[in-house]
């Protein structure tokens, strides 16, 4: 206590330039107003939306990545975010010094470190059995609802260390740390994540004449074809409460499988795409 | 010309006593410091023989002084003045001290050149009586001591300041280098392990490994250009502290012999051991330290020719902090009566030290790590250190007719130095090994110097327009040129050092060449004014052998790695400096200079003209006291650099800051008011600012910055105190006297600034000493930290990485690393 006043009564006497900052790290998803637009007029509904995320760098620099290795401030922990629900809560505290900071990167709660071979899953993606996202809602089109889920695991692969989600030249981000700063809100939206999903790839309307596999999709009807091409029988999905997926057939609701299209556009919206909002409260902000 | 003042300091012989005669004693001289000649005498041509009657007292302190011939008051004075700094065994009648009075001839000769010989001693006056004590009889003093004026005059401004062996030797040392520590202003810390030099900060110069501070010891230039670890790299590790005979600490820039890193100022380190004959110390300590030193000092030769030989090794106090180093110091004074007078300067180096680097605060905090310890860490505990030095000099001193005198002097120095340590963790990747990385930052140096030097000044006889104004000119060189190879790398500590990563392998040829021109008027007695200038021409010739290189973009087959280029530039300035003495005792300064400090070669451009780091300095002070039973000195002073450094950890290397300004303060009181009691206090002020936003980088382009914002790593107050006694506990115990002495040390560093708005703890460091001396044999227990003070040697802020399975963090932290906890040495020794 002493020591601390002492240091008080010094700084009062030494102006440093910078001073240390602290203040709180929230996060906060985004409520979905309406439904979700995708590729071929399909809309997405989502049921739920899990992310995790951190940790969270803030930079001096107007580009991130090696260009911070000194960081002005930093969030080095993790939590999950429901991206569906737009109330803030506190995920931590960014610790920092004062100054400007010009751009930002930050990991979905998988970080790559440099000792490491594999990237590690911190505490919020463990909570997601490993995974960065988890999410799941349905589609729909012209009367047709397709069910999906999606997890997805978004680490660091190319440059070892360092953050995968980084401020591009094009993001407009500028703030100056000061003393007053009390929390830095992230905001995600999860509606542009699946914008590029192509559900028309998943859907079909063939014939055992015209597609040679064992399985097509009419619609909602699974055909069970002959190597010859000739329709063996027909099974109602929607019966069953089931959707008939391209290469599967009747099935419960759509996987995303790794590497596939599903997959790709919802991790490069969550690396490239459309990014959180960064919101600002100082001191004299009404809460 | 050679100009010599023998003196002999005569008996005193008492009347016979009616009573039966008690055993008496005469007193006899324990210390005796030279006269030194007027350089306004010598001008004046006076000479004559001042002769003191002097009263020493019972307790063998200088009491009153008469002078009962006199040479006229500037040899009368001069004479006085040494007296007073004599010390006495007192003499005794039936075994009890008592007051005596012996009579003291200083002759001040001036010799021609053709009989630079002094003649022999003033025959012997006998037959002063003890004012009341009638019992001192018999026995004679009969000593002979050489005084010699100086060549020139070195006090250029308020902040000069001589440090004499009794405050030197008044608080207990550890190492040689911290004899620096009785410098106003002035604190050292040694952090990097036996192998690696001190950090220096002086009067609001945080001076690293010596960046700011020309160091000289015998003559030798020590500080290193465009060493690796550190611009102007200093090691002092070789001193020997018993060898160091008095320091001259020049704070600012106002002499024109001032050359490249005098930017704090300059200290000058004399050697010469007064004890002659051989001697041998062993001493054992805490942490299995042990220290061995043997000397030897011919009788009959003056002080300045010796041979003193160190070994020193610990298991140091924490973690991987062992050492060991061993040093050799000799010097031979040559050609003691003539017009010449030659010195052989050679010293040896060789030290090899583990270093526990640096621990995160916040890991201390939380008790993740020891305060003393080092990370469980391969790359952690692989540091180390190795240095090795040898420095040769021969110096030649000519003192022609009317006070003309040159000097002249080459040297030559290698210096090997490595150094493997790690500031940051795990944070690095390679540049010269695609998706490399993480194997820990474990920086190696190696920087190998090749120097030799030349220096040379001639020093006119004074041109006397009028009977009031007397002026000498003087001009000077010196030179010096360096070859360096250096090399830096990262290493795997787990795989046999493989190394991953090549960061700097060049060669530097460099030389500086410098020439100054130098005025002194003396314009009546109470007015000094002294005009100069200097000007250094600086060449450098790198050979970058991994210039152009640019990781993982370019093929390789584009070009060839490799940027050879040159450099030369001038550096150029005024030194002047105007006393003013209205009244004896009472001295007011005043001192302005303009110095430099060369660049480390390697940022170099081709073509560019070197961009000097210039410094402008202004003193104003005030001196008081007639005697050394008490000096102050209180000096306000103004510093502007044009382009200051701070130390970047993550680069291991000094970072451009911009401008710089210090505005401070200094208040030093000397006093010896006892014949065994001698004590120092400085207390430094400083108000070291940046006055422009430091540069820019593609990683921070906006570094935060607000006028007049503190320098970082600069303390506002230094203070220290040396207190040391040496009485006489009991006379004539059986063959020799009884002699104790004890020692007190004090330093306070205030707390400072660091870099991202984070402030260091204050330093506050007691250190104690106790001893007997009983003729050949002495006898001394040393504690240092006294209180056991928990404080950082060095403390840093920066990112770091220390967890290599946790999330990296970005942003800095405070770093220390720690200095020693209480520590204790006990000493034996034996002279013959």
């Given at each position: 206590?002493?020591?601390?006043?002492?240091?008080?009564?010094?700084?009062?006497?030494?102006?440093?330039?910078?001073?240390?900052?602290?203040?709180?790290?929230?996060?906060?998803?985004?409520a979905?107003?309406?439904?979700?637009?995708?590729?071929?007029?399909?809309?997405?509904?989502?049921?739920?939306?899990?992310?995790?995320?951190?940790?969270?760098?803030?930079c001096?620099?107007f580009?991130?990545?090696?260009?911070?290795?000194?960081a002005?401030?930093?969030?080095?922990?993790?939590?999950?975010v429901?991206?569906?629900?737009?109330?803030?809560?506190?995920a931590?505290?960014?610790e920092?010094?004062?100054?400007?900071?010009?751009?930002?990167?930050?990991?979905?709660?998988?970080?790559?470190?440099?000792?490491?071979?594999?990237?590690v899953?911190?505490?919020a993606a463990?909570r997601?059995?490993?995974?960065?996202?988890?999410?799941?809602?349905?589609?729909?089109?012209?009367?047709?609802?397709?069910?999906?889920?999606?997890?997805?695991?978004?680490?660091?692969?190319?440059?070892?260390?360092?953050?995968?989600v980084?401020?591009s030249?094009?993001?407009?981000?500028?703030?100056?740390?000061?003393?007053?700063?009390?929390?830095?809100?992230?905001?995600?939206?999860?509606?542009?994540?699946?914008?590029?999903?192509?559900?028309?790839?998943?859907?079909?309307?063939?014939?055992?004449?015209?597609?040679a596999?064992?399985?097509?999709?009419a619609?909602?009807?699974e055909?069970?074809c002959?190597?010859?091409?000739?329709?063996?029988?027909?099974?109602?999905?929607?019966?069953?409460?089931l959707?008939?997926?391209?290469?599967?057939?009747?099935?419960?609701?759509?996987?995303?499988?790794a590497?596939?299209?599903g997959d790709?556009a919802?991790?490069?919206?969550l690396?490239g795409?459309?990014?959180?909002a960064?919101?600002?409260?100082?001191?004299?902000?009404?809460p | 010309?050679?100009?010599?003042?023998?003196?002999?300091?005569?008996?005193?012989?008492?009347?016979?006593?009616?009573?039966?005669?008690?055993r008496?004693?005469?007193?006899?001289?324990?210390?005796?410091v030279?006269?030194?000649?007027?350089?306004?005498?010598?001008?004046?041509?006076?000479?004559?023989?001042a002769?003191l009657?002097?009263?020493?007292?019972?307790?063998?302190?200088?009491g009153?002084?008469?002078?009962?011939?006199?040479?006229?008051?500037l040899?009368?004075?001069?004479?006085?003045?040494?007296?007073?700094?004599?010390r006495?065994q007192?003499?005794?009648?039936?075994?009890?001290p008592?007051?005596?009075?012996?009579?003291?001839?200083?002759?001040?000769?001036?010799p021609?050149?053709?009989?630079?010989?002094?003649?022999?001693?003033?025959?012997?006056?006998?037959?002063?009586?003890a004012?009341?004590?009638?019992?001192?009889?018999?026995?004679?003093?009969?000593?002979?001591v050489r005084g010699?004026?100086?060549?020139?005059?070195?006090?250029?401004?308020?902040?000069?300041?001589?440090?004499?062996?009794?405050?030197?030797?008044?608080a207990?040392?550890?190492?040689?280098?911290?004899?620096?520590?009785?410098?106003?202003?002035?604190?050292?810390?040694?952090?990097?392990?036996?192998?690696?030099?001190?950090?220096?900060?002086?009067?609001?110069?945080?001076?690293?490994?010596?960046?700011?501070?020309?160091?000289?010891?015998?003559g030798?230039?020590?500080?290193?250009?465009?060493h690796?670890?550190?611009?102007?790299y200093?090691?002092?590790?070789?001193?020997?502290?018993?060898?160091?005979?008095?320091?001259?600490a020049?704070?600012?820039?106002?002499?024109?012999?001032?050359?490249d890193?005098?930017?704090a100022?300059?200290?000058?380190?004399?050697?010469?051991?007064?004890q002659?004959?051989?001697?041998?110390?062993?001493?054992?300590?805490?942490?299995?330290?042990?220290?061995?030193?043997?000397?030897w000092?011919?009788e009959g030769?003056?002080?300045?020719?010796?041979?003193?030989?160190?070994?020193?090794?610990?298991?140091?106090?924490?973690?991987?902090?062992?050492?060991e180093?061993?040093?050799?110091?000799?010097?031979?004074?040559l050609?003691?009566?003539?017009?010449?007078?030659?010195?052989?300067l050679?010293?040896?180096?060789?030290?090899?030290?583990s270093h526990?680097?640096?621990?995160?605060?916040d890991?201390?905090?939380?008790?993740r790590?020891?305060?003393y310890?080092?990370?469980?860490?391969?790359?952690?505990?692989a540091?180390?250190?190795?240095?090795?030095?040898?420095?040769?000099g021969?110096?030649?001193?000519y003192r022609?007719?009317?006070?003309?005198?040159?000097e002249?002097?080459?040297?030559?120095?290698l210096?090997?130095?490595?150094?493997?340590?790690?500031?940051?963790?795990?944070?690095?990747?390679?540049?010269?090994?695609?998706?490399?990385?993480?194997?820990?930052?474990?920086?190696e140096?190696q920087?190998?110097?090749?120097?030799?030097?030349?220096?040379?000044?001639?020093?006119?006889?004074?041109?006397?327009p009028?009977s009031?104004a007397?002026?000498?000119?003087?001009?000077?060189?010196?030179?010096r040129?360096?070859?360096?190879?250096q090399?830096?790398?990262?290493?795997d500590?787990?795989?046999r050092?493989?190394?991953?990563?090549?960061?700097?392998?060049?060669?530097?040829?460099?030389a500086d060449?410098?020439?100054?021109?130098?005025?002194?008027?003396?314009?009546?007695?109470?007015?000094?004014?002294r005009?100069?200038?200097?000007?250094?021409?600086?060449?450098?010739?790198?050979?970058?052998?991994?210039?152009?290189?640019?990781?993982?973009?370019?093929?390789?087959?584009?070009?060839?790695?490799?940027?050879?280029?040159?450099?030369?530039?001038?550096?150029?300035?005024?030194?002047?400096?105007?006393e003013?003495?209205p009244?004896?005792g009472?001295?007011?300064?005043?001192?302005?200079?303009?110095?430099?400090?060369?660049?480390?070669?390697?940022i170099?451009d081709?073509?560019e003209?070197?961009?000097?780091?210039k410094?402008?300095s202004?003193?104003?002070?005030?001196?008081?006291?007639?005697?050394?039973r008490?000096?102050?000195?209180a000096?306000?002073?103004?510093t502007?650099?044009?382009?200051?450094?701070?130390f970047?950890a993550?680069d291991g290397?000094?970072?451009?800051?911009?401008q710089?300004?210090?505005v401070?303060?200094?208040?030093?009181?000397?006093?010896r008011?006892?014949?065994?009691?001698?004590?120092?206090?400085?207390?430094?002020y400083?108000?070291?600012q940046?006055?422009?936003?430091?540069?820019?980088?593609?990683?921070?382009?906006?570094p935060p910055?607000?006028?007049g914002?503190?320098?970082?790593?600069v303390p506002?107050?230094?203070?220290?105190?040396?207190?040391?006694?040496?009485?006489?506990?009991?006379?004539?115990l059986?063959?020799?006297?009884?002699?104790?002495?004890?020692?007190?040390g004090?330093?306070?560093?205030?707390?400072?600034?660091?870099?991202?708005?984070a402030?260091a703890?204050?330093?506050?460091?007691a250190?104690?000493?106790?001893?007997?001396?009983?003729?050949?044999l002495?006898?001394?227990?040393?504690?240092?930290?006294?209180?056991?003070?928990?404080?950082?040697?060095?403390?840093?802020?920066?990112?770091?990485?220390?967890?290599?399975?946790?999330?990296?963090?970005?942003?800095?932290e405070?770093?220390?690393?720690a200095?020693?906890?209480?520590?204790?040495w006990?000493?034996?020794?034996?002279?013959?």
């Open positions: 206590m002493r020591r601390s006043l002492f240091a008080v009564l010094l700084a009062a006497c030494v102006d440093t330039g910078q001073e240390p900052v602290s203040f709180a790290m929230r996060v906060a998803g985004t979905p107003a309406a439904p979700a637009p995708a590729l071929n007029g399909w809309e997405i509904t989502l049921d739920s939306a899990r992310l995790a995320f951190g940790p969270l760098y803030l001096p620099g580009q991130a990545g090696s260009l911070c290795d000194t002005r401030a930093e969030w080095v922990d993790s939590a999950v429901d991206v569906l629900d737009p109330a803030t809560y506190d931590g505290t960014v920092g010094s004062t100054g400007p900071v010009r751009s930002w990167m930050f990991d979905y709660g998988v970080v790559s470190l440099l000792t490491q071979q594999q990237p899953a911190l505490a463990q997601l059995d490993g995974n960065s996202l988890r999410l799941s809602g349905s589609a729909r089109k012209g009367g047709r609802e397709l069910p999906f889920a999606l997890d997805v695991r978004i680490q660091q692969v190319v440059e070892g260390g360092a953050s995968i980084r401020k030249d094009t993001d407009t981000f500028s703030h100056d740390l000061a003393v007053g700063d009390t929390a830095l809100t992230v905001r995600f939206d999860a509606r542009p994540w699946l914008r590029d999903v192509d559900f028309d790839a998943l859907v079909e309307m063939g014939t055992c004449a015209s597609v596999r064992p399985k097509v999709c619609g909602d009807l055909l069970s002959s190597d010859t091409g000739v329709e063996l029988s027909q099974r109602s999905c929607t019966a069953e409460r959707v008939c997926l391209r290469g599967l057939g009747c099935t419960d609701r759509v996987r995303f499988q590497g596939s299209q790709q919802v991790r490069n919206a690396t795409g459309t990014r959180p960064f919101e600002w409260t100082t001191q004299g902000d009404v | 010309m050679a100009v010599c003042c023998t003196l002999c300091v005569c008996a005193i012989s008492a009347p016979a006593q009616a009573q039966a005669p008690a008496t004693a005469a007193p006899e001289v324990i210390e005796r030279d006269a030194v000649y007027p350089p306004q005498a010598l001008e004046q041509r006076l000479e004559g023989t002769t009657k002097v009263t020493i007292e019972a307790d063998g302190r200088v009153d002084i008469d002078v009962v011939e006199s040479a006229g008051s040899l009368d004075d001069a004479a006085t003045k040494a007296m007073r700094q004599w006495f007192p003499a005794t009648r039936g075994g009890e008592t007051a005596a009075i012996v009579r003291v001839p200083f002759r001040f000769d001036l021609a050149v053709e009989r630079l010989d002094a003649g022999a001693p003033p025959p012997l006056d006998a037959g002063v009586a004012p009341d004590a009638g019992g001192v009889s018999e026995s004679a003093i009969d000593v002979t010699e004026r100086k060549l020139r005059n070195e006090d250029r401004g308020s902040s000069t300041f001589t440090v004499a062996k009794p405050v030197l030797e008044a207990p040392r550890q190492e040689g280098a911290e004899v620096l520590r009785t410098v106003p202003g002035l604190y050292i810390a040694r952090s990097e392990g036996l192998a690696v030099g001190h950090r220096y900060m002086l009067r609001g110069f945080d001076a690293d490994h010596g960046q700011d501070i020309q160091f000289t010891v015998g030798l230039p020590i500080n290193q250009p465009s690796l670890h550190g611009q102007g200093a090691d002092l590790g070789f001193l020997i502290s018993e060898s160091v005979e008095e320091l001259t020049l704070e600012g820039v106002y002499d024109p012999r001032q050359g890193f005098a930017v100022g300059s200290i000058d380190v004399r050697l010469g051991m007064e002659r004959g051989w001697a041998a110390k062993s001493s054992y300590g805490a942490f299995n330290s042990f220290r061995q030193l043997v000397s000092a011919p030769q003056p002080n300045g020719t010796f041979g003193a030989a160190q070994y020193t090794r610990t298991d140091g106090f924490g973690q991987n902090r062992q050492g180093a061993a040093s050799a110091i000799i010097q031979a004074v050609g003691t009566t003539g017009a010449w007078r030659h010195r052989l050679g010293i040896l180096y060789g030290a090899r030290g526990a680097g640096v621990v995160r605060q890991d201390v905090a939380a008790g790590i020891g305060f310890d080092v990370y469980p860490l391969a790359t952690a505990q540091q180390n250190a190795l240095s090795g030095r040898i420095m040769l021969l110096f030649s001193e022609g007719a009317e006070g003309s005198n040159a002249a002097g080459v040297w030559l120095g210096d090997d130095f490595r150094v493997q340590q790690n500031f940051t963790g795990f944070t690095q990747r390679s540049q010269a090994l695609l998706n490399v990385a993480g194997r820990g930052d474990l920086i140096q920087n190998r110097t090749l120097s030799l030097g030349l220096m040379g000044r001639y020093r006119t006889r004074p041109y006397r009028a009031w007397t002026a000498n000119v003087e001009l000077g060189l010196s030179g040129v360096d070859s360096i190879d090399a830096q790398n990262l290493l500590a787990v795989v050092r493989q190394t991953w990563d090549r960061r700097v392998d060049a060669s530097v040829f460099g060449v410098g020439f100054y021109g130098d005025v002194e008027w003396r314009l009546t007695k109470y007015l000094n004014v005009v100069g200038a200097r000007a250094d021409v600086l060449y450098y010739d790198v050979n970058d052998r991994l210039g152009n290189f640019v990781p993982s973009v370019r093929p390789p087959d584009t070009f060839i790695v490799g940027y050879r280029r040159s450099a030369l530039g001038l550096a150029a300035g005024p030194r002047a400096s105007v003013v003495k009244i004896e009472l001295s007011l300064r005043a001192a302005y200079g303009e110095g430099y400090r060369s660049p480390q070669a390697r170099l081709d073509g003209a070197a961009p000097f780091s410094v402008r202004a003193d104003l002070g005030v001196r008081i006291g007639r005697d050394d008490l000096q102050i000195t000096s306000g002073y103004f502007h650099l044009s382009d200051d450094v701070a970047d993550e290397r000094l970072e451009r800051i911009g710089t300004r210090r401070g303060a200094v208040v030093h009181a000397q006093t008011p006892l014949a065994w009691l001698v004590g120092a206090l400085s207390v430094t400083v108000h070291a940046l006055l422009e936003r430091p540069p820019g980088s593609a990683q921070d382009p906006q910055y607000q006028p914002q503190s320098l970082p790593y506002p107050v230094v203070v220290r105190a040396d207190l040391g006694a040496k009485p006489t506990l009991v006379p004539h059986w063959r020799w006297d009884l002699v104790g002495r004890a020692g007190v004090f330093s306070y560093l205030s707390p400072r600034p660091l870099p991202y708005g402030f703890d204050h330093v506050a460091l250190d104690a000493s106790v001893g007997l001396t009983w003729g050949p002495d006898l001394g227990f040393e504690v240092y930290n006294l209180f056991n003070t928990r404080y950082a040697a060095t403390e840093l802020n920066f990112p770091s990485s220390w967890n290599p399975e946790g999330v990296r963090t970005r942003t800095p405070r770093h220390l690393i200095g020693s906890p209480l520590s204790w006990l000493t034996l020794g034996v002279s013959l």
